[in-house]
């Protein structure tokens, strides 16, 4: 909708607005009224691309905001953004709940479904194809229009002055700043005339109350403005209307609702305009980072029973494309290189003295950081150790190793509820346990016993064995989209554990529901077995990128503990 330059997405919306008015003026078919619901779904998709975009940006503000060299100058920038996103997302919401209410007046349903966005309340809509009444054509324009198109009432004209609220809200907030002795702003007030995004002539008083910003923002606010700027007069069938009378006069509901979808893509878009502003503000970090993890320091990992000590837990960030060189050497010996992590071998009792030096890129630059660290090797007492996790997994062989200092192996033995016989394991003797099933959400405790004598126990708490993650193909339940050539080339679903799951199992997939929109009409086709049959195949070769997909109704076999278990469902996005 923005004058000068657009995107390829912004040329899309502007020819889906065309498609859109072209089509509620005409005599609407029963198949351009299905053609609304998946042009509306198309503008939802675009609208969470945008949104992940969005969030990239915030996620970024919120790291350098954690990051000391980078916090104070981030914090300005920050602010505007998260002011941004307030008056963003309560209009998105609003004209979802007016869409919602006028669905619900010509259809009778709650359209309105309210979710948990990290602890504030929002708002989506329910898909347009369960709608009954999709050709109602007098609700839309009863609620926004009235008796006259060319004088709509104070609802319909509201839409258009909420647009314009938020516009020159974000303008006023990204102008209004100041920088060395310079102070920026923007005062909308100055603008009297009504500004038309395709009509420059009209731009005269915006670009005059411009003049007052950064000039680097100009062209920038400018796009952010012209982008929620809309015309007060339109033409239809060569007869002058308002722009509210050509969006809602005698348009079927899913119509209207649709361009309610496409007035929330104008919406983000600005917003991302914004937001692409800010991030162009923000200073780069001294060090680079894209990661963030706790880390947890002691100066001892070994209490005795009385003992104190204090643990310091820290943040630590990094860049993970671009691990820093690490040299050291233990007691003075042979220097080595290593990347991250450093494997220490205990193969003699006695305090040791790891150092070296870390090659850390400051601004392009590798700086050496030296750093030392101390420890202590002794001597084991009798021990337990869990191989694989730090809990027992009713009906799955958990591997426990367990020792006692001074005894050899033959003389140590574990003892406990489900403890069976030894295996190799990675070149160790470790136990096999298996607790009953029965025994899921209680303790158990193993001991470890040497020449009949009980030397060391502990304590562990029984669980179920996690649920398994689907896969079709290789692609996982975790991700959001899929290629075309992925979804074509996966032979089946199956389930397992991915490398984050500590523990083997395999899995039987005895049924599932493959649930796609193929022209418009959604289609549900039950399977039994994990291979992919031949008609789901013959649906997904008609999906077009955007499509969705899902699998659900999962019926899957844990063959390990021979039980049924609830697997999730799958959806996709066709890229």
Request: hydrophobic fraction near 35%; glycine fraction near 6%.
């Amino acid at each position: 909708m923005a004058g000068g330059k657009e995107t390829p997405r912004q040329k899309m919306i502007g020819m889906m607005y065309l498609v859109l008015t072209a089509l509620l003026a005409l005599n609407v078919s029963k198949e351009i009224i299905k053609a609304f619901v998946k042009l509306n779904d198309k503008i939802e998709d675009s609208n969470k691309i945008v949104e992940a975009n969005i969030d990239g940006i915030f996620t970024k503000m919120e790291s350098l905001m954690a990051t000391k060299e980078t916090k104070e100058s981030t914090a300005p920038w920050y602010d505007k953004a998260s002011k941004i996103k307030k008056i963003c997302d309560n209009a998105y919401d609003f004209f979802i709940k007016e869409a919602a209410e006028m669905l619900k007046e010509a259809d009778k349903k709650d359209m309105l479904v309210e979710y948990d966005d990290g602890g504030v309340k929002r708002y989506k809509l329910r898909s347009l194809d369960t709608i009954d009444a999709k050709d109602n054509y007098d609700v839309a324009t009863h609620l926004f229009i009235g008796e006259n198109p060319k004088q709509p009432n104070e609802r319909g004209q509201n839409i258009r002055k909420r647009l314009f609220g938020v516009r020159d809200s974000i303008i006023m907030i990204l102008a209004d700043y100041k920088n060395g002795n310079k102070q920026f702003s923007f005062d909308p007030s100055k603008i009297t005339e009504n500004v038309n995004p395709k009509d420059p002539s009209t731009w005269t008083q915006l670009k005059e109350a411009l003049k007052t910003a950064n000039p680097e923002d100009t062209n920038k606010l400018l796009k952010i403005y012209l982008t929620l700027s809309y015309p007060e007069k339109a033409y239809e069938h060569g007869e002058e209307t308002t722009w509210i009378g050509s969006l809602f006069d005698h348009s079927p509901v899913v119509g209207a609702a649709a361009m309610f979808t496409a007035l929330r893509a104008d919406i983000r878009t600005a917003q991302n305009q914004a937001f692409n502003l800010i991030d162009s503000k923000l200073e780069s970090p001294i060090i680079k980072i894209n990661k963030i993890e706790p880390m947890v320091f002691a100066p001892t990992g070994y209490l005795n029973v009385g003992d104190s000590m204090k643990v310091t837990v820290m943040i630590a960030a990094y860049d993970s494309t671009d691990m820093p060189q690490i040299t050291y050497s233990l007691n003075g010996g042979e220097s080595k290189n290593a990347v991250r992590s450093i494997p220490i071998r205990a193969d003699s009792p006695g305090e040791k003295e790891l150092k070296g030096t870390l090659g850390v890129k400051v601004k392009g630059e590798i700086r050496q950081i030296p750093w030392e660290y101390k420890y202590e090797v002794g001597q084991p007492m009798g021990v337990i150790s869990p191989v694989e996790m730090n809990v027992l997994y009713a009906g799955y062989d958990n591997k426990i190793q367990a020792t006692a200092a001074g005894f050899p192996p033959d003389k140590v033995s574990l003892q406990g509820p489900g403890v069976g016989g030894q295996t190799q394991f990675e070149g160790m003797k470790v136990y096999l346990v298996k607790p009953p099933m029965s025994s899921v959400g209680q303790k158990v405790t193993l001991s470890v016993n040497a020449e009949g004598k009980q030397v060391g126990k502990m304590e562990f708490r029984v669980r179920p064995m996690p649920n398994p993650n689907l896969f079709l193909g290789a692609t996982s339940n975790l991700e959001s989209s899929i290629s075309k050539s992925a979804l074509l080339g996966a032979p089946s679903l199956t389930a397992g554990y991915d490398a984050s799951v500590p523990i083997k199992a395999d899995f039987t997939i005895n049924s599932w529901t493959f649930v796609a929109t193929v022209n418009g009409n959604q289609v549900k086709k039950p399977v039994q077995g994990s291979a992919i049959p031949s008609d789901v195949k013959a649906i997904m070769r008609q999906l077009t990128p955007g499509s969705v997909i899902t699998i659900t109704q999962v019926n899957c076999r844990n063959n390990k503990t021979a039980t049924q278990v609830k697997a999730p469902s799958m959806s996709f996005v066709i890229n």
